[in-house]
């Protein structure tokens, strides 16, 4: 038993690259043999439907013995030309069963073409709905976080205080400052009406000291005289 790469390299070979080439061939001729055109289109329309059987038998058969040599097998039995193969397995059992079932294949068809494109358009519209969404949420938060100065400046032409519209935290700093520059200032006034009630004794204890003794000079003045 053949190991499976060379298998798979052999099927690849003989089954899609030199059929190919020959398919090259007899459609590049100047005047190609109708003939040799429908034998290709009926291989072709064989190979497809062998692929696609292919991605479902190597899920499930692919353990069994033998089996990459049984594709490879019915690949040359499909091209030879002595055996045409082609030929028979298209007209005996593909074509006779497509042709009773094409209505039915066709009606298939146009409905899952229906549906997937309802499908496509429902989904479209859900993308959409939310791309707006999040288009508009990303300019919300957008408008939130950035300054608003027009706002600002309508404030101050209605009269407002510019400490209306200024943060919490600036406020309480500015207020922090006048308190602390009122502070010294009052601090001052107290001192000196302080220095002011301390001295206003003194003031009037020479005042009366003066008066006393303009008095004794009148007396000494008015003794004199009466002598």
């Not at 398919?23 to 100047?30: A, I, R």
């Not at 409905?111 to 309802?118: D, G, I, N, T």
């Not at 309508?154 to 502070?183: C, I, M, N, V, Y």
């Not at 003031?203 to 004794?216: D, F, L, N, Y």
Request: glycine residues 4%; hydrophobic residues 40%; charged residues 20%.
């Amino acid at each position: 038993m053949m190991g499976s790469f060379l298998s798979r390299a052999l099927m690849l070979t003989f089954g899609y690259a030199y059929p190919a080439y020959e398919c090259f061939k007899t459609v590049d001729k100047n005047k190609p043999e109708i003939e040799q055109l429908v034998l290709w289109c009926q291989y072709w329309v064989l190979i497809a439907l062998l692929t696609i059987c292919e991605r479902v038998s190597d899920a499930f058969i692919s353990w069994l013995p033998l089996y990459g040599e049984a594709k490879l097998a019915l690949f040359i039995y499909l091209r030879y030309p002595k055996t045409k193969g082609t030929t028979y397995i298209y007209n005996s059992f593909l074509r006779p069963y497509l042709a009773k079932h094409e209505t039915e294949i066709d009606r298939n068809l146009l409905e899952l073409r229906v549906k997937a494109r309802e499908i496509a358009v429902v989904y479209w519209q859900k993308a959409v709905c939310h791309g707006q969404t999040m288009f508009f949420k990303i300019l919300q938060y957008v408008s939130l976080t950035q300054p608003q100065p027009a706002q600002q400046q309508q404030h101050a032409r209605d009269g407002q205080p510019l400490a209306s519209f200024l943060p919490h935290h600036e406020s309480s700093f500015e207020e922090s400052a006048a308190e602390a520059s009122s502070k010294p200032i009052s601090s001052k006034l107290e001192a000196e009406n302080a220095n002011a009630n301390a001295n206003s004794p003194q003031k009037v204890s020479v005042i009366e000291g003066a008066v006393r003794v303009t008095c004794e000079k009148l007396r000494k003045i008015r003794g004199s005289a009466n002598q």
